[in-house]
């Protein structure tokens, strides 16, 4: 006979995450949980890298420059490579176009862009750092190479180009990747 649940009866906790070795001491057990419990443990910590990457990269950001994230991904990109549209930069982001769109307009309005047409399709528009947004960029990218360095200091130069290497191939097969959730009947 099955003896029936009292109400403030709690289920049995799963079983704790096991962190490889002593990788997981001091870390709150439910990051212990996402990191080595996850059946999604790929997109789980990219994404938690990322958000401790960027969270104060544009905190900072926006205290001294008064720019918005989607501002400053416009400025970056136009810093690695100058003379390209709008439509260039979204497709190198996962930030949706109308986000984009509107961080490209504050930055004109703010001078930090110039926006010139294609001389063979004039609907064609390219994007231009000017001095003033050029220098913005040049204050902030040490600031974020320096950030990064910190957080993957845990890794020797092998294993950071070993890191590099592996999500190389993870990005060349973005082709494949899925564009939406097939549902199941």
């Known amino acids: ?15 704790k995450a096991k962190a490889p070795g002593k990788l997981g001491q001091g870390l709150h057990p439910m990051l ?27 905190d900072w950001i ?17 810093n690695l490579k ?22 490209v307009n504050a930055l004109l309005r703010k001078k930090l862009i110039v926006r010139t047409p294609d001389a063979k399709d004039r609907r064609r528009l390219f994007l231009n750092l000017t001095a ?16 990064e360095s910190a957080m993957a200091r845990a890794l020797s130069l092998a294993e950071r180009k070993l890191l590099s290497a592996l999500f190389d191939k993870i990005f060349v097969d973005k082709g494949n990747w ?6 199941r009947a």
């Open 82 to 103: 100058d003379g390209i549209t709008a439509d260039d930069i979204v497709a190198s982001t996962a930030r949706p176009k109308n986000t984009l769109s509107r961080g």
């Open 32 to 58: 212990a949980a996402k990191l080595w419990a996850n059946p999604c443990w790929l997109s789980f910590r990219a994404n938690f890298v990322a958000h401790h990457f960027n969270q104060p990269v544009y």
């Open 1 to 15: 006979m099955q003896k029936a649940r009292s109400r403030d009866a709690k289920p049995a906790p799963k079983e």
């Open 132 to 147: 003033r947004g050029r220098r913005i960029v040049e204050k902030t990218v040490p600031m974020l190479v320096a950030h």
């Open 178 to 183: 899925p564009t939406q959730i097939q549902g």
């Open 62 to 78: 926006w205290r001294e420059f008064r720019l918005t994230a989607p501002e400053h991904i416009v400025l970056y990109a136009l």
